[in-house]
């Protein structure tokens, strides 16, 4: 699985909107972007996930640069509820090693009042 | 039922000790997971069952001993733990073990101390 790159913490205050980034450029044409978040002390939470659109949910917003070495996730109105550790992964989409989630170091978020 | 539940949410064992952790899922999912996640990492693999069936050992100790006895229940069963196996062990779910669209669903984890 390709790389992923993530700042190791961000803040951002509460009703704002949180813009996540990772960095993964050498990501192959078969590869997703996933993104699961970790409340302390919970087990991970699935959020989003992409190939090549951008991809919205109840929870968030993915946004994949065109040559999909980038994106960035977007929690459009954060609260402090979304005050967690934001994991960005990248993964195939079927065959190999898809069964794997490989979590990197992600990004903690604090969002402030 | 969206939900992965875990028990014991803690656990403290001696290392000569026998317990065993289990895990549940209800959503018809046919692959389940467990991690391993100590304190300040992300969470590691260290076995995937498909159709209650062992496919994936990402070369745990022998001290790990994970069980399917169906398609809901999954168990890891612990024996001479050392104390550098104190973690949080995190079991998941996912439709199936491969292919498109197979987001993994996470318990809330064991809590286990090795004294």
């Known amino acids: 699985d390709a790389k992923t790159t993530q700042p190791p913490s961000m803040d951002c205050a509460e009703g704002r909107a949180a813009n996540l980034p990772c960095n993964h450029s050498?990501?192959?044409?078969?590869?997703?972007v996933y993104w699961y978040r970790q409340i302390h002390s919970q087990g991970p939470q699935y959020i989003i996930h992409g190939l090549k659109n951008n991809e919205t949910n109840e929870m968030a917003s993915l946004i994949i640069t065109e040559d999909r070495k980038s994106s960035t996730l977007i929690l459009p109105h954060a609260t402090l509820r979304d005050t967690a550790v934001y994991y960005c992964?990248?993964?195939?989409?079927?065959?190999?090693?898809?069964?794997?989630?490989?979590f990197g170091k992600g990004t903690l978020l604090t969002v402030n009042p | 039922d969206t939900e992965v539940t875990q028990t014991p949410k803690h656990l403290v064992m001696g290392m000569t000790n026998k317990k065993s952790l289990k895990c549940e899922q209800h959503?018809?999912?046919?692959?389940m997971y467990w991690y391993k996640q100590k304190a300040k990492k992300p969470p590691e693999l260290m076995f995937v069952y498909s159709y209650e069936k062992l496919s994936i050992n990402e070369s745990v100790p022998s001290r790990f001993s994970p069980e399917c006895p169906n398609s809901s229940l999954l168990n890891l069963h612990l024996h001479a733990l050392q104390p550098e196996d104190s973690a949080l062990y995190l079991c998941a779910s996912s439709r199936h073990a491969s292919g498109s669209y197979n987001e993994q669903f996470f318990g809330p984890g064991t809590r286990l101390t090795v004294l």
């Open positions: 959503m018809g999912h046919r692959a």
């Open positions: 050498t990501i192959s044409g078969n590869e997703y």
């Open positions: 992964i990248v993964r195939l989409d079927s065959g190999g090693s898809n069964y794997k989630l490989t």
